[in-house]
């Protein structure tokens, strides 16, 4: 039996080769190995900072990295997604996002849309309520559009001026031939505090904003803009029961990333979501907090931002007064 014996030289291109190997293998860096930075382009206490720290706290389980969130406030919510463009596309940066980057965008307050981003996944859901003064002289939602009537602009409605509330008011003054005085403020908590502290007359809230507000009685719900009532506040109706089944007010919050991120990073990042998504105690908090947990994957949120895209588009015309 011949046998083989290594000499010394071949002995030493093995390790060689081995530890070139191994080196390459080092060298294919494991994602996420540092924390992933969360732009969340709103002022703190508002609906989307709250529902987004929840997002980090348990993304960080399923991702193995933390989510430091940032707040980003300013110019309705686009200076923070402004700023996400110009971080490298490694991963290592995201930001949130919901209806009202599209809104801005075509109302000319900023020249970014979702598609100078890469569509990751959406996570919560949030329906929107007409809130008002818990002393208003108006207690159900026709009452309100009959003072509106009454009194054409004299209603002072608090919204993100170029932003989802002022679409969503939008829409209920064409369903009704109403006329509001607008009042402008960066985020939601903003404009419930003015309407708490009597600056305003009206202003589009949710749960996580408003709900303490209403159940100590400083404001009320008139209605709510998702196609059934909700578990929390089960006296509200909806507008569909109010005879305006085309006043659907939600907002689906989700995350993107700067354009250009690669695809396994991406899959990473939307698995880790989707996978917090299906925890039940993050589904808790959620819930606790009034909304909803929804999960959709790069595609679907894609075709999702898309779709809204088109449809803010024909509706931008109304905020232009």
């Known amino acids: 039996m011949k046998r083989h014996y290594r000499t010394p030289l071949a002995m030493f291109l093995t390790g060689l080769c081995l530890g070139a190997s191994s080196v390459a293998m080092a060298a294919e860096e494991v994602y996420p ?3 992933v930075e969360f732009i969340v382009p709103w ?4 609906g989307s900072d709250t529902l987004m720290r929840l997002v980090a706290n348990y993304a960080e389980t399923y991702l193995g990295q933390p989510m430091p969130v940032i707040n980003m406030p300013g110019v309705s919510g686009t200076t923070g997604l402004k700023e996400l463009t110009k971080r ?6 995201v930001g949130q996002v919901h209806e009202g980057l599209m809104v801005a965008h075509h109302t000319g307050l900023t020249s970014n849309n979702w598609d100078d981003f890469t569509p990751i996944a959406a996570v919560t859901q ?5 809130t008002v003064k818990g002393d208003a002289p108006y207690t159900t939602y026709q009452e309100f559009v009959d003072y509106a009537k ?3 602009g004299e209603v002072r409605f ?3 001026l170029g932003g989802v509330p002022h679409v969503h008011a939008a829409m209920m003054e064409d369903a009704e031939g109403l006329q509001f005085r607008y009042v402008g403020f960066e985020g939601t908590g903003d404009r419930i505090r003015a309407l708490v502290g009597g600056h305003i007359d009206a202003a589009i809230g949710d749960i996580s904003s408003s709900g303490e507000f209403v159940k100590n009685g400083d404001l009320r719900f008139l209605a709510v803009g998702s196609e059934e009532r909700q578990e929390e506040m089960p006296d509200v109706p909806t507008f569909a029961e109010l005879g305006h089944p085309e006043l659907k007010l939600n907002i689906i919050r989700g995350i993107v990333g700067p354009k250009g991120m690669a695809e396994d990073r991406v899959t990473v990042l939307a698995d880790a979501f989707k996978a917090m998504s299906e925890d ?3 589904t808790k908090g959620v819930n606790s907090a009034g909304a909803s947990v929804v999960y959709q994957g790069p595609e679907e949120f894609s075709d999702y931002l898309q779709q809204t895209d088109a449809t803010f588009e024909r509706l ?3 905020l232009a007064r």
């Open 88 to 93: 490298e596309a490694d991963g290592y940066t």
């Open 280 to 282: 039940e105690d993050f």
């Open 43 to 46: 002022s703190p206490g508002g």
């Open 150 to 152: 009454e009194h054409p």
């Open 158 to 160: 608090g919204v993100t």
């Open 33 to 35: 190995d540092n924390p």
């Open 316 to 318: 931008a015309g109304k």
């Open 126 to 130: 949030s329906p929107q309520y007409l």
